[in-house]
């Protein structure tokens, strides 16, 4: 039993019940009655929401010496841990082991969100005409945060880029898609090598040289005309032609 004033506040050491004396007076303490009080231990409960799993699920308190331990949030797969709401809904913490700063009876929930991928589209344009496209998808991870791709570029058979970069490197936030476009043009075919041309007689004696060497119907000794042209060198075609005559002839 314990003797209060008018005005008072106690806190319980223990569940149960409990008796308080008020006295009230003006000329010293006078005995006006008492009040049977009910202390009831504080209740801690830990919830967790769809996603996870909580290692404790509630504690209670029944000792003003005993003081919260708290509780773990653990993600399942595909899912990671956000954040620990109260009964209002008011965000405690984000940290998954939790330990409530009050001692007062409260639902504490774990709150989790599921994981989502990132995806990258590779176009391949040969100027409007879209020839192939690629898709790559990363592993999951939190929204909001960045998945890498580092990738090694497909041309289509029988094209090229048109700036010769063979790989892409970039970043895309999970949860979200993002395309990225490579120029590429036909291949060209390699250019045939010219065939060389027969070179053009540049002197009479020469086109007279290459007359003659077609020359079969009219039996006349070409190779004896041949060695005349080329002892005479710049001797005229008409000579020529005289000196040939007299050889048949005889």
């Known amino acids: 039993m314990n003797d209060y004033d008018s005005e008072f506040s106690t806190v319980a050491s223990n569940a149960g019940s409990m008796t308080i004396r008020c006295t009230a007076g003006i000329f010293g303490k006078v005995t006006v009655g008492s009040i049977d009080v009910t202390v009831n231990a504080n209740q801690i409960n830990y919830v967790a929401a769809q996603g996870g799993s909580v290692s404790v699920p509630s504690e209670t308190l029944t000792s003003m010496d005993q003081n919260p331990t708290g509780s773990i949030a653990t993600p399942n797969g595909g899912y990671y841990f956000v954040n620990w709401t109260d009964a209002n809904g008011e965000v405690v913490s984000t940290d998954p082991g939790f330990v409530p700063q009050s001692r007062f009876s409260n639902t504490y929930t774990a709150n989790f969100a599921e994981l989502k991928t990132a995806s990258l589209t590779v176009n ?13 998808t990363s592993e999951a991870g939190i929204p909001g945060q960045e998945a890498t791709f580092d990738i ?8 090229v880029s048109v700036t010769g970069i063979d790989t892409i ?8 898609s993002s395309v ?6 036909k291949e060209k075919s390699p250019e045939k090598p010219t ?5 053009e007689p540049t002197t009479p004696a020469q086109t007279e040289q290459s007359k003659e060497e077609t020359k079969k119907t009219d039996g006349t000794n070409t190779s004896a005309n041949l ?24």
């Open 124 to 136: 391949y344009v040969d100027g409007e005409e879209v020839v192939a496209t690629k898709t790559y």
């Open 152 to 159: 090694s570029l497909e041309i289509p058979e029988g094209y």
């Open 169 to 176: 490197h970039t970043t895309v936030a999970y949860g979200t």
């Open 180 to 185: 990225v476009e490579v120029e590429i043009e």
């Open 195 to 199: 065939e060389d041309k027969p070179q």
């Open 227 to 250: 060695s005349i042209v080329g002892a005479l060198g710049s001797m005229s075609v008409a000579l020529v032609g005289i000196i040939a005559l007299l050889k048949k002839r005889k």
